[in-house]
Structures are given as C-alpha cells and as structure tokens.
C-alpha cells in the first residue's frame, strides 16, 4: 500500500449538523439541519509529496525533465500531456493537474514526477476536480459531500469558524499572503476543529464532491452526481483572506472559482471515506 494511503483520518461521528447561516451573506443560508453518515477526513490537505506518488502511479510517460519554467508538451508523451497541462483541456478530457501554471510545485525529473524541493509537505495546487476526485478513489477514498465538509468545520453547535467563534488571527489561519505563498500543512495548530482536523480556513480552499446548488442541501437533488459537468463547490477560505473574515467563516461557499476543468493556485482538497 502506498505511503499516501496512510494519510492521518479523523473520524466524525453521525448525526444532526447544523448546515447553512441565515446571516452569512450570498447562497450562505438558510440554516438547517442534515444527517450524515458516520465518517473520516483527512486530517490535513493532500500534499505536493502525495499528489506526486498518484502521478507515478499512473505510469505517465514522461519523455525528458519538465518544470514550469521549460512548459511545453513535448515533455510529455502525445497521450499523457491532456492530462497534466491545461493548455490541452479537450471537451472529453479534463486534465487532472494544471502543471502549466507557475504556482505549480510538481516537477519530473528522470522519467518520474516529483514535489518541488522544500515544498514536499505543502497542500498540492493546480488540481481539477477530475484529479481531485481521481487521487482520493486511488486512495481508497472519496472527496467528502459539500455538508460534510462544512460539518467538520463548524461540529454540532455549529461553530463560526473551524477553532470556534473568536475572530481570525495569525496564530489561527494560514492567511494574508501573496497568491502562490503556501505554508507546509498542519503550520496552524491552533486552529484545529475540536476533533483534530487542520487548515479548513485558510491555506487553500479545498474541493468537495458536490455541485454547486443553492441550500438547503439535498443529497437527493442530482446535486452529489459525480458525472455532471456542473462546477463543484469549494469551501475554506485561502491564504489571501486576512482582511475578509466572512469569507473564513465554515458556512462561506461563494466567492471562490469552481470550474472543474481548471486548476487553481488557490484551491487544493483532501479526501473522506465511509466508517459504517
């Protein structure tokens, strides 16, 4: 089994949740009450490290070195490149990473795919929805729904922000930087859920398996079709906010782009599974 496999998992227990706030602001409301399914989250978000390891493992051909500097296709061979590159999205092949971007921290080296040196344990950017969906199903995993992401982040009592309700600050959210400074995962302790989970506001904002529809939430309304071309939710915040704390709040889901056949520098995603 493979080392990302072996990614820290925070069991949330089944339930009633508070989804929604009827003060949030744009599609934030209304406030209601969802059950959910005892599950895991990771506890932190996928890694550069780890992404690099799923890239392996699809045996992509790479045909010499390839860093963003040197981005061009024929790095890569003729069926790998749609995959790695954005500038090769077809209508019927998203790619899975956006390697052409300039914030992105994979590289290949000697026919394998590798984190940027001093950025191994940093959250991976430049993901599509397709490459996060597909890491998390290598993993044995799943991206979690849209209301588990915002159960996790906000608990039972229905928290403002992941640690609680006190106010943002440095020691609590990785935010208030220039676009493409990351922090190695975990770097805010402090701001941890009551259960353990890190970074869910803050650092980059993360993927959900849901598309994007207006609450209240129905698992039942087409909206967890894993098939549909619709955008896909992101939730959490990123390393920009530092002066909008309404847009770190657990509840904030507006604002951020959710185009699934992008990636993006600030939007990065972790994965859940089923514990029953």
Not at 184 to 207: I, K, Q
Not at 210 to 216: E, T
Not at 225 to 236: A, I, K, N, Y
Request: proline fraction near 7%; charged fraction near 25%.
């Amino acid at each position: 089994m493979s080392a990302a496999a072996h990614s820290t998992m925070i069991p949330i227990v089944a339930g009633e949740y508070p989804i929604g706030h009827d003060e949030g602001g744009q599609d934030a409301g209304p406030t209601h009450l969802v059950t959910l399914r005892a599950f895991a989250i990771d506890k932190t978000e996928v890694t550069n490290a780890q992404f690099a390891e799923f890239l392996n493992a699809l045996e992509l051909e790479v045909k010499d070195d390839f860093s963003y500097s040197t981005a061009k296709t024929h790095h890569f061979s003729d069926e790998s490149w749609p995959e790695l590159l954005e500038m090769g999205i077809r209508a019927d092949l998203y790619p899975i990473i956006g390697l052409d971007d300039d914030q992105v921290r994979i590289e290949a080296r000697n026919g394998r795919f590798d984190p940027a040196e001093g950025f191994e344990n940093h959250p991976v950017a430049e993901s599509t929805w397709r490459g996060a969906r597909d890491y998390c199903a290598w993993r044995g995993a799943r991206l979690p729904s849209e209301a588990e992401w915002e159960a996790v982040a906000r608990g039972k009592k229905g928290r403002i922000y992941p640690w609680g309700d006190s106010v943002p600050s440095k020691d609590l959210v990785y935010a208030g930087y220039p676009s493409g400074v990351t922090a190695p995962v975990g770097s805010r302790p402090r701001g941890a859920t009551p259960a353990g989970v890190l970074d869910m506001a803050g650092s980059l904002a993360e993927w959900t398996a849901s598309l994007f529809k207006p609450y209240p939430y129905r698992a039942d309304d087409g909206r967890e079709d894993q098939t549909s071309p619709g955008e896909r939710v992101t939730r959490g915040g990123d390393y920009v906010f530092d002066t909008e704390p309404d847009k770190l709040t657990g509840f904030f889901r507006n604002g951020f782009s959710r185009a699934p056949q992008n990636g993006h520098r600030h939007i990065g995603f972790r994965c859940a599974r089923w514990l029953d």
